[in-house]
Nanobody, 124 residues
Framework: QVQLVESGGGLVQAGGSLRLSCAAS????????MGWFRQAPGKEREFVAA????????FYADSVKGRFTISRDNAKNTVYLQMNSLKPEDTAVYYC?????????????????WGQGTQVTVSS
């Protein structure tokens, strides 16, 4: 079992930045592929970014490419999402997810563990 706790959300103006953190506990963090997803009101949960077990490979949704950066610190059991140049359409609840895998995973259905989410609101 893996427990995930997100933090760092909040209210920011368009063009601003936030850094989300996801702290993991319960298992060997470095065995896990990690991902960030988001869900806006009335919409399905969508993929944002993913990182492999070592941090050597990353993948992004087209909508955030060039603005968001995913990273991880295996010594701290934490994955991060640095969000720059935020837009109102980035407003959503952001979730981190984990799966015991050496691959990069981008589908919600492939992840086994989820955090409770953190709200990000971008005002125009």
């Amino acid at each position: 079992q893996v427990q995930l706790v997100e933090s760092g959300g909040g209210l920011v103006q368009a063009g601003g930045s936030l850094r989300l953190s996801c702290a993991a506990s319960g298992r060997t963090f470095s065995n896990y592929a990690m991902g960030w997803f988001r869900q806006a009101p009335g919409k399905e949960r969508e993929f944002v970014a993913a990182i492999n077990w070592s941090g050597g490979s990353t993948f992004y949704a087209d909508s955030v490419k060039g603005r968001f950066t995913i990273s991880r610190d295996n010594a701290k059991n934490t994955v991060y999402l640095q969000m720059n140049s935020l837009k109102p359409e980035d407003t959503a609840v952001y979730y981190c997810a984990a799966k015991n895998s050496k691959s990069i995973l981008i589908l919600t259905t492939t992840y086994a563990y989820w955090g409770q989410g953190t709200q990000v609101t971008v005002s125009s």
